[in-house]
């Protein structure tokens, strides 16, 4: 339950801290969508916003939802 | 600072403590293999581990998987990095995507794009690749001299071409395949601050329309080449070349490491923070688990060849999610931002705790 509630109360923390910080991406947002059949992850599109994450000379591909 | 800007690195504060709290995975490394086919100059590895060290089986890292991670996390919100190296190195890259696939994972890498050809790429599109992110230093003479592969640039150029066309062909044929989520990142150093612009209108030539750029830390082989290291003010000219190019509309990004003052909110999509040990964490090619894969060894949590990987995740990382040891140390001990900023990046903490790097402090020189 706790967990629950952290997590919403920090869905819009992120969208206040980015929203009052003036931070934008020009990126659309692509799907999460969870497939019927769990082996198939054929739409499967890594968590929310790419670019979000960026560790780059030792390697993050831009996928990644910072602000869940 | 613009007050809306502080308020907005309170909340984020806020919302970091909540997530150290939960410390939900979702990110994790695995350093496949430490095999490389070029020679960076600015090479993260410390070298220390030899060229020669095995990869680590694919059974081993599936095991942890199955046994360790599985069990824990819904898989289709947990991204599996495969890093190196060079991932392309390995012989049954494929493979382990397609295991990954299977099991629900999305799976990305990074890579120098030499390896990758027409068929290696739809090879692992059908495995389940969903991110990838190709290395790109400069126009071609700069990024050969730092890659130390004459053809690097080569190589580079014709992953971003197959990557751009891929995803082009899918927009043309309204397919209801997914675009593959994808950047090129650029390791800005002194040859090349100054043909930004020009590296810039190269990359969107390709089809590039997300760049992420970044400096180079005095870390491995680039701590001995001073020629690579941005000096105070180039830094500066760097995060005012970011702000132009997103005031212009494109998506330019500054890397995730460091705190950056009065740029957060201009240069990047996101307010900083570090994730290494939070949401983030690696398994290493001798089993040794972390967070992001430059971490020094001193922070290394345990080894999945001795260790239960997810009870190291529940109860270890102690470091990682209170930083506040962080501020016992120079330049911390006074430093008004510690509260946003809490000690830059972990990658950036030597041996002995001190910090390499203050993202805040160069900027503030060039003041």
């Known amino acids: ?68 | 600072m613009r007050l809306r800007l502080k308020i907005a690195l309170w909340l984020e504060r806020w919302r970091r403590h909540n997530l150290k709290e939960l410390h939900p995975l979702r990110q994790l490394f695995w350093e496949s293999t430490l095999r490389c086919n070029v020679h960076c100059l600015h090479c993260g590895s410390d070298c220390i581990a030899s060229i020669e060290t095995p990869d680590m089986p694919e059974e081993d890292f599936l095991k942890v998987i199955d046994t360790e991670v599985t069990p824990h996390v819904d898989p289709h919100e947990v991204m599996i990095v495969i890093s190196g190296g060079e991932p392309l190195m390995r012989k049954d890259l494929a493979e382990v995507g397609r295991a990954l696939k299977q099991r629900g994972y999305p799976w990305g890498m990074v890579t120098n794009g030499l390896a990758l050809t027409e068929k290696k790429f739809h090879e692992l599109l059908d495995a389940g690749l969903r991110s990838i992110t190709v290395s790109c230093d400069g126009l071609e003479a700069d990024h050969v001299w730092l890659r130390q592969h004459p053809l690097a640039f080569e190589g580079a150029t014709r992953a971003i071409k197959l990557i751009a066309e891929y995803n082009q062909s899918i927009v043309n044929r309204k397919s209801s395949n997914r675009p593959l989520a994808w950047d090129v990142v650029t390791c800005v150093n002194q040859r090349t601050i100054d043909h930004l612009p020009a590296i810039r209108e190269m990359l969107w030539d390709l089809g590039v329309r997300d760049w992420r750029v970044f400096g180079i830390d005095p870390m491995g082989r680039a701590a001995e080449n001073p020629e690579l290291i941005l000096t105070d003010a180039q830094f500066k000219q760097l995060m005012d070349y970011i702000v132009s190019e997103r005031e212009a509309g494109r998506h330019v990004s500054y890397s995730c490491e460091g705190y950056l003052g009065d740029y957060e909110g201009r240069v990047r999509d996101h307010l900083y923070q570090c994730a290494a040990g939070i949401s983030v964490a690696s398994i290493l090619i001798d089993g040794s688990i972390s967070a992001c894969t430059s971490i020094r060894g001193k922070y290394y949590q345990g080894n999945i060849y001795k260790d239960s990987f997810w009870s190291v995740w529940e109860n270890g990382f102690k470091p990682y999610r209170d930083r506040s040891w962080m501020r016992q140390t120079e330049p911390c001990k006074d430093c008004k931002a510690f509260s946003f900023c809490e000690g830059n990046g972990m990658h950036l903490r030597r041996e002995d705790g001190s910090l390499m790097l203050c993202h805040l402090k160069r900027l503030q020189v060039t003041d």
């Open chain 1, 1 to 68: 339950m706790k967990k629950k509630a952290l997590l919403r109360i920090n869905v819009l923390l992120g969208a206040a801290s980015l929203a009052l910080a003036g931070c934008h991406s020009s990126k659309p947002v692509p799907q999460t969508p969870k497939d019927e059949n769990p082996s198939d992850t054929t739409n499967v599109q890594p968590v929310v916003k790419p670019d979000h994450e960026v560790f780059v000379k030792y390697g993050i591909p831009p996928t990644f939802n910072l602000y869940e």
